[in-house]
């Protein structure tokens, strides 16, 4: 209690401007999310006399009954699933090994290596090659195509590059006394003490196939094979030409569509933000264990 009576009176006013602030910041953020699950469990009357409502106007899941009654959001849920599965996998595989061997020191042309690395973060072949050599690769309509492009993310491998270099290399030296191998003490010794930092870019790689639109757009001609994001853009964007879509009636669209629309968003949306209460502890211990020194 003392300490806070030694307060003077402007830092009460500024941690009570503090608080102030950072509420109305947060009230700013979540009533869209409220907003747009208030429009998905309303009725469509309910959604003609009023314009924003953050409580649903005359309860209804006709919305949500419909989208799981069609084939096209279960479908493109599970190709989102698989996606994110296979391409987080991928990413670790690749960015976790790649991160060690040029942690090492005196790995032979490391430094040539880092600088593509660094080259690749500043210049990219773009949209067009991108497409050749996706096309060249006989990777058009396949699940590789949104998944092995992006194996590695440069700024990624960097961040756990330096947090592997940050390990004390006797623990190394003591795993390869005792007959450890190189991938021995990755498995076994490296990636049990970086677990924060795995699964802070777990999660970050998670999200971002999660969120796979572009890509499936440009890459993905067979619309069994899209990814729930490209769904909720022929809903959303498209929803007055869905009814010559097969998988869409639009009979149900016209009577229920902005609680369609807002009900695909919800559900494109919760499962991976789920997520985020059980990583949020490691994301900053995570993020600055790799980035104290390069």
Request: charged share 15%; aromatic share 12%.
């Amino acid at each position: 209690m003392n300490r806070f009576k030694t307060k003077s009176l402007g830092s009460v006013l500024f941690d009570s401007f503090n608080v102030v602030f950072l509420t109305l910041f947060s009230l700013v953020t979540v009533l869209p999310f409220i907003n747009i699950l208030a429009v998905s469990l309303s009725t469509s009357e309910g959604l003609k006399a009023k314009d924003f409502i953050l409580i649903p106007s005359g309860f209804s899941l006709d919305a949500y009954r419909y989208l799981f009654t069609t084939e096209a959001v279960p479908r493109g849920l599970l190709v989102t699933v698989l996606i994110t599965l296979a391409g987080t996998a991928i990413n670790l595989i690749f960015t976790l090994t790649m991160a060690y061997a040029l942690a090492k020191k005196d790995l032979m042309g490391r430094k040539t290596v880092m600088l593509l690395v660094t080259f690749s973060m500043l210049f990219s072949g773009g949209m067009i090659p991108s497409y050749l050599l996706i096309r060249n690769l006989s990777m058009l309509d396949t699940y590789w195509a949104l998944t092995v492009p992006g194996a590695i993310s440069a700024f990624n491998l960097i961040i756990i590059k330096n947090f592997f270099q940050q390990l004390p290399p006797g623990l190394e030296e003591s795993a390869k006394i005792d007959g450890a191998s190189d991938i021995g003490v990755l498995c076994r010794i490296v990636l049990p003490l970086s677990m924060p930092t795995i699964a802070t870019f777990t999660l970050f790689y998670a999200v971002g196939h999660w969120n796979t639109f572009f890509a499936a757009i440009i890459y993905m001609n067979d619309s069994a094979k899209w990814p729930i994001q490209v769904v909720l853009r022929q809903i959303v964007i498209l929803s007055s030409q869905l009814g010559e879509n097969g998988d869409f009636d639009a009979a149900a669209i016209s009577a229920l569509s902005e609680s369609i629309k807002m009900g695909v968003i919800v559900v494109a949306t919760l499962p991976i933000l789920l997520l985020y209460p059980f990583l949020q502890k490691y994301f900053v211990k995570g993020v600055l264990l790799g980035s104290i020194k390069g």
